[in-house]
């Protein structure tokens, strides 16, 4: 199997998107993706460090997200020695503050 540095199609590896950077409409760097968080029942990723607000910028080489800097600021967050239970009751929390519930 051949390894290139681009992607085609509409699939990408998880090893290829964790580490990219992510910038909010203004151009801020916001900060970059740790990890893909997958759905153990349905297979598919319930959050990128924000959830599914993510479009790729190729001029950036980077994550674009509709979020200001304030509002990433005071989301919600937790220790790393203290990481919550993904939970359904977890998942509606984090989408009722970034309003992904309706």
């Known amino acids: ?3 290139t540095s681009n992607t ?4 990408i590896s ?3 998107v964790e580490g990219t950077h992510v910038y909010n409409g203004s151009g801020d760097k916001l900060g970059s993706i ?3 968080m997958i759905d153990k029942r349905t297979g598919h990723i319930r959050y990128a460090v924000l959830g599914d607000v993510l479009r790729y910028d190729t001029e950036k080489d980077g994550y ?3 979020l200001d800097k304030g ?3 005071k989301a919600p967050r937790y220790q790393r ?3 919550p239970v993904y939970d359904s009751d977890y998942g509606n929390r984090i989408d009722r503050y970034y309003r992904m519930d309706a």
């Open 8 to 11: 085609s199609g509409y699939v």
């Open 81 to 83: 020695e203290a990481v």
């Open 34 to 36: 740790d990890d893909l």
């Open 64 to 66: 674009v997200i509709p």
């Open 1 to 3: 199997m051949t390894t």
């Open 14 to 16: 998880s090893d290829k």
């Open 71 to 73: 509002t990433l600021e």
